[in-house]
């Protein structure tokens, strides 16, 4: 009897793992393209919240990259142009890159790089640092979180008519963040500030010292709308009606032998004057009462604690007026 001949193995399975990864990459390439359009969304949502603000933003030249795990849009010399207040303006900036995770496209960093240069119908500004750094979290038009940081800043600013101002800061941080649940279209929001020496020509002029000023505030702004509008006069209006608050937890100012310390509430008064009342901490701050001709304060305000009260367009320190206010808008 004839015996058959012996089955050749197949070698199917050898291409499978092959199959498996080629269908894997397709897969993670179109996620990849997805992810990058949406990160791309991330820059256009936050030039739809500066048009709103009056600020219209182009992009002279867009490219993606970063395949396969990041992704990097990068915007060369973007430039605005505003209308604010009636005033036209304009403005440029050295680049922009937003960078982020392909699995988390919404939370995004950018890397700013200026100079950042602006011109108004008052005068003009170019502004540039060592390193400068954003970071934003966004659900749809609405702003989770924000942060800034920036490094080494220094500032050259020429009003049309008046004498150039110079100054800078070692660093400047800001985080804006939304605490507890949204609700009828608005929001509380956390917000902290931190600025370590700064310098200003009219400040070491206006307190007769030259060191740098530091300062410090944490604060809660509540009821904000969660979609400021392009005129900010009708999102200042909305968060009035709102009975929206913005809550002092602690505020620090510290310029040489100066000091002032601030915690308290504030809001808008139907006047649209700031109004509320602030417990206020004192500390060689005599030297420049008259500069708000109020030399009868000097003695209240060298050193102690006092209530500073807004009410009706006016500042009162203890009880004697500080300064007269003017409406907001």
């Given at each position: 009897?004839?015996?058959?001949?012996?089955t050749?193995?197949?070698?199917l399975?050898?291409?499978?793992?092959?199959?498996?990864l080629?269908?894997i990459?397709?897969?993670?390439?179109?996620?990849?393209?997805y992810?990058?359009?949406?990160?791309?969304?991330?820059?256009?949502?936050?030039?739809?919240?500066?048009?709103?603000?009056?600020?219209?933003?182009?992009?002279?030249?867009?490219?993606?990259?970063?395949?396969?795990?990041?992704?990097e849009?990068?915007?060369?010399?973007?430039?605005?142009?505003?209308?604010?207040?009636?005033?036209?303006?304009?403005?440029?900036?050295?680049a922009?890159?937003?960078?982020?995770?392909?699995?988390?496209?919404?939370?995004?960093?950018?890397?700013?790089?200026g100079?950042?240069?602006?011109k108004?119908?008052?005068?003009s500004a170019?502004?540039?640092?060592?390193?400068?750094?954003?970071?934003l979290?966004?659900d749809t038009?609405?702003?989770?979180?924000?942060?800034?940081?920036?490094?080494?800043?220094?500032?050259?600013?020429?009003?049309?008519?008046?004498?150039?101002?110079?100054?800078?800061?070692?660093?400047?941080?800001?985080?804006?963040?939304?605490?507890?649940?949204r609700?009828?279209?608005?929001?509380?929001?956390?917000?902290?500030?931190?600025?370590?020496?700064l310098?200003?020509?009219p400040?070491?002029?206006?307190?007769?010292n030259s060191?740098?000023?530091?300062?410090?505030?944490?604060?809660?702004?509540?009821?904000?709308?969660?979609?400021?509008?392009?005129?900010?006069?009708?999102?200042?209006?909305?968060?009035?009606?709102?009975?929206?608050?913005?809550?002092?937890?602690?505020?620090?100012?510290?310029?040489?032998?100066?000091?002032?310390?601030?915690?308290?509430?504030?809001?808008?008064?139907?006047?649209?004057?700031?109004?509320?009342?602030?417990?206020?901490?004192?500390?060689g701050?005599?030297?420049?009462a008259?500069?708000?001709?109020?030399?009868?304060?000097?003695?209240?305000?060298?050193?102690?604690?006092?209530?500073?009260?807004l009410?009706?367009?006016k500042?009162?320190?203890?009880?004697?007026?500080?300064?007269?206010?003017?409406?907001?808008?």
């Amino acid at each position: 009897m004839q015996s058959s001949a012996p089955t050749r193995p197949s070698r199917l399975g050898l291409y499978i793992p092959f199959g498996i990864l080629a269908t894997i990459c397709l897969i993670w390439s179109g996620f990849w393209f997805y992810a990058a359009s949406k990160t791309g969304e991330v820059m256009d949502d936050a030039f739809a919240r500066e048009a709103r603000a009056g600020r219209d933003w182009t992009c002279p030249s867009r490219s993606v990259s970063g395949f396969p795990f990041r992704i990097e849009v990068t915007c060369a010399a973007p430039t605005f142009t505003s209308r604010v207040d009636g005033r036209p303006g304009e403005g440029r900036l050295g680049a922009l890159l937003v960078q982020a995770r392909a699995i988390d496209p919404t939370r995004a960093i950018a890397t700013l790089t200026g100079p950042l240069v602006l011109k108004n119908g008052v005068g003009s500004a170019e502004i540039n640092w060592k390193d400068a750094k954003t970071s934003l979290s966004t659900d749809t038009i609405v702003l989770n979180e924000f942060s800034l940081d920036i490094q080494d800043l220094t500032a050259s600013l020429t009003p049309d008519a008046g004498q150039p101002m110079l100054g800078g800061a070692h660093r400047v941080n800001v985080a804006i963040a939304q605490d507890g649940q949204r609700s009828a279209g608005a929001a509380n929001y956390k917000i902290a500030l931190k600025i370590d020496g700064l310098t200003l020509s009219p400040l070491d002029a206006a307190s007769g010292n030259s060191q740098p000023l530091n300062l410090e505030l944490q604060a809660l702004a509540a009821n904000v709308p969660l979609v400021p509008k392009r005129d900010w006069r009708v999102s200042a209006e909305e968060w009035r009606a709102a009975n929206g608050s913005f809550k002092v937890i602690f505020f620090d100012l510290v310029k040489g032998p100066m000091r002032l310390g601030l915690s308290g509430d504030l809001g808008l008064d139907a006047g649209h004057y700031p109004t509320g009342r602030l417990d206020a901490t004192f500390q060689g701050l005599d030297a420049i009462a008259g500069q708000f001709g109020a030399k009868s304060l000097a003695g209240l305000i060298k050193s102690g604690k006092l209530p500073m009260l807004l009410t009706n367009g006016k500042i009162y320190v203890g009880p004697l007026p500080l300064i007269s206010l003017t409406p907001l808008y």
